[in-house]
């Protein structure tokens, strides 16, 4: 495959870092992750979508060999399985089969890419330069360009919010309204911008994958609603609250009323008792060898 990808400094102090074996793995399926929006179809019957890639436990083998004492070494199929289902439970990557191999779902894409870091970046970067172009007169009065450029730092933040919503193509607005931004400034009282980007990057993996069963498509100011928001904050464990349960349960929310209901209770068969008309079992009622000591 060519071309190349970024990614964040951040993940040498990660604790990946540390082991070999996944951290190969984990960096092989991250960087041939698919990077268009539009997404790649590999086959009539699976489209892959940005931050996925699939491939075939046999080809990962391949992918994987590395070279000790002079000699070309391959991992097992074991400790290649055992590395994926540890990646799973560390919420790095999802899986799911396809007839072609294994489709791997790259979770927090965005973030590996250092998205998050590039708006700090930006942010703290573009607060420099106005720091630096403060002159003397401007520092005198110090309380109130700290003030300034406090509300400059939050509208900044505001804006990269807005577009990187707008970058996920959910529900693309034109404009950004009052509304929206004060829906965000409200949000940014008590979470960071890197914060409230992952909580969007973790909507967007779970609506646009099937390893979810939440499809719903909320607009940016509903998603600033705190009751959204937070239901995909990281913290939260989205991923978990909202993966189906094998057979395509609702993971812990699609609860089933154990009362019967009216329709259920007609749909029922009649108890069969002794002497039911029409009746060829012989069914003896719990209570019938007191009722029958009764007439003794």
Known sequence: MAGSFQTSRDIFGNPIWKNIVEFRLFFLIYGNAIYSEEGYRLADDLVLQRGEWCRSTRKLQEDLQYIENRQVKTYSTSVINRCIKKLERMQRICT?????????????????????????????????????????????????NNKDNKDMNVKKEIKD??????????????????????????????RTAEEIIQAMQNYKTIISSELYWYTYKFTLDKFMNPKNLDQFQSENNPFETYRKQKGGGQGGRGRTNERTTGSDRASQKPTEYIGTPGSRRVIVPDDFEQQLRNFE
């Open 161 to 190: 919010i807005y577009e990187f919503w707008n970058s996920l193509e959910i529900i693309k607005h034109r404009e950004l309204t009052q509304k929206m931004s004060s829906g965000i400034n409200a949000r940014l009282e008590g």
């Open 96 to 144: 799911r089969t396809h007839e072609l191999g294994t489709v791997f779902t790259v979770l927090n894409y965005e973030q590996y890419q250092g998205f998050g870091s590039f708006v700090k970046q930006n942010m703290e970067q573009d607060l420099e330069q106005r720091k630096n172009s403060v002159g003397t007169e401007e520092e005198q009065s110090g309380n109130n």
